[in-house]
Nanobody
Framework: QVQLVESGGGSVQAGGSLRLSCAAS????????IGWFRQAPGKEREGVAA????????YYADSVKGRFTISQDVAKNTAYLQMNSLKPEDTAMYYC???????????????????WGQGTQVTVSS
């Protein structure tokens, strides 16, 4: 099973930026999709962005479109989440995850993902 390690979280003021990294132990058929998810206290886990690692096609939640960008460096087995114009409502624990499926009709649906990182905290103050 692929191992995932997130980094890059922290505390910023509203309007600021952060870049999260997700280092995968390997990029194989276990990582056909890499997704970023977040969970705030008392709320359900929600999909933020995903990338189909074979083609680079990306998917975003409406709440982050135009502000967040998911990307990958295949040579480094690493995916990134660039977060700009951060808002207090973006505060959450952020997780990256990998999916084996060659096709996901719902790339932001967390039950579709097989492997998870430990998470990195993002806190945005107003």
């Amino acid at each position: 099973q692929v191992q995932l390690v997130e980094s890059g979280g922290g505390s910023v003021q509203a309007g600021g930026s952060l870049r999260l990294s997700c280092a995968a132990s390997t990029y194989t058929t276990d990582t056909n999709y890499i997704g970023w998810f977040r969970q705030a206290p008392g709320k359900e886990r929600e999909g933020v962005a995903a990338i189909y690692t074979f083609s680079g096609r990306t998917y975003y939640a409406d709440s982050v479109k135009g502000r967040f960008t998911i990307s990958q460096d295949v040579a480094k087995n690493t995916a990134y989440l660039q977060m700009n114009s951060l808002k207090p409502e973006d505060t959450a624990m952020y997780y990256c995850a990998a999916a084996r499926s060659a096709y996901l009709s719902l790339p932001l649906h967390f039950p579709n993902y097989n492997s998870w990182g430990q998470g990195t905290q993002v806190t945005v103050s107003s």
